[in-house]
């Protein structure tokens, strides 16, 4: 699926990356989790957040 949202800024496209790696060994896990482990681990604000949390939903990365 080919989509036209973008992430910006070096550390949101890292946690977007961790979380496919992390969502590979563990597909069951809901992503709100590992979207609040990337916040956390790669001090994304709040509205680099809501864009990840969004981003994976639709992606299923």
Known sequence: ??????????ALKKAIQWISEKRKGDP????????DQAA????LSPKDSE????????ENC
């Open 28 to 35: 069951e896990t809901n992503p709100a989790k590992w979207v």
């Open 51 to 58: 864009f990840l949390l969004r981003f994976v939903r639709k």
């Open 40 to 43: 956390f681990q790669f001090d």
């Open 1 to 10: 699926m080919v989509t036209n949202i973008h992430p910006q800024g070096e």
